[in-house]
């Protein structure tokens, strides 16, 4: 078990942004995108911006500027393929054109454009393993968590399941075994205290994995029985036979 029985992970249904309260929504009639009128504009800014030199205003943003904030008071229902709000791992090499925001995490306008007078499109005109590689560029293995309860009441059980799979042979997923190993590093959030660790995660039918060899690989978690409320934040990699290591994943956990 990870850190005193815990997990790693991050990039799917990891992380997944609430929706927006109700009482900040609004019935929108035609989509803001097209950029057709300056009423348009008013759906995301406090006020309709001008445009100076060719350049795209980012001031005057409703909700403050959070950008996740504002596409789900139109868009609550969207179930993105890419997690958002999580930051990238320090070594990643990006794209000057999939920005982040000024936390430095991933929004909705990393990978799309909300300006395009045609209407919202991802930037990137790829899908796949292509699409991926945008920012994955030295990741033959590709790593995202798939569900995970991110709060635990004292000794409740939940299960880490993360997808990894290889992606060097063109238009096939190469299984990587039967399993893993994730190498980890748990940040406290209240103390910022480290811990580093190692577990190893299975695809093989056993130790509370749900169906062998579907690169799906599981860890059991089970919270302290007893102790203080603690919030953990993990940073972990897939290391396979080989010793090849995956993109970064992230989790937060929450142990009541």
């Not at 953990?232 to 929450?254: F, H, P, Q």
Request: with cysteine.
């Amino acid at each position: 078990m990870w850190a005193g029985a815990v997990l790693a992970g991050a990039l799917s249904t990891l992380l997944a942004v609430s929706g927006v309260p109700a009482e900040q929504k609004e019935k929108r009639g035609e989509s803001p995108h097209g950029r057709k009128s300056s009423d348009g504009c008013i759906v995301c800014h406090t006020q309709a911006p001008s445009e100076v030199a060719g350049q795209r205003p980012a001031a005057g943003l409703k909700f403050g500027g959070d950008i996740i904030a504002l596409c789900y008071s139109c868009h609550d229902g969207y179930r993105h393929m890419h997690p958002v709000k999580i930051a990238i791992a320090p070594e990643m090499k990006r794209p000057e054109d999939l920005p982040l925001d000024r936390n430095g995490k991933i929004t909705c306008i990393t990978c799309h454009d909300v300006m395009e007078k045609a209407g919202v499109h991802r930037k990137r005109k790829v899908t796949g393993r292509n699409l991926c590689l945008n920012c994955h560029v030295e990741s033959d293995i590709l790593a995202q968590v798939n569900w995970y309860p991110t709060r635990l009441k004292k000794g409740e059980s939940g299960r880490l399941e993360i997808k990894a799979v290889e992606f060097r042979i063109p238009a096939s997923k190469t299984h990587l075994g039967e399993s893993v190993l994730l190498y980890y590093y748990a940040r406290d959030v209240d103390t910022g205290a480290i811990t580093f660790g190692t577990n190893i995660l299975y695809d093989d039918g056993t130790h509370g994995d749900r169906v062998a060899r579907d690169s799906i690989y599981t860890l059991i978690e089970e919270a302290p029985a007893a102790g203080a409320k603690h919030r953990l934040v993990y940073t972990a990699w897939v290391i396979d036979i080989g010793g090849r290591k995956s993109n970064t994943v992230t989790l937060a956990v929450e142990y009541q």
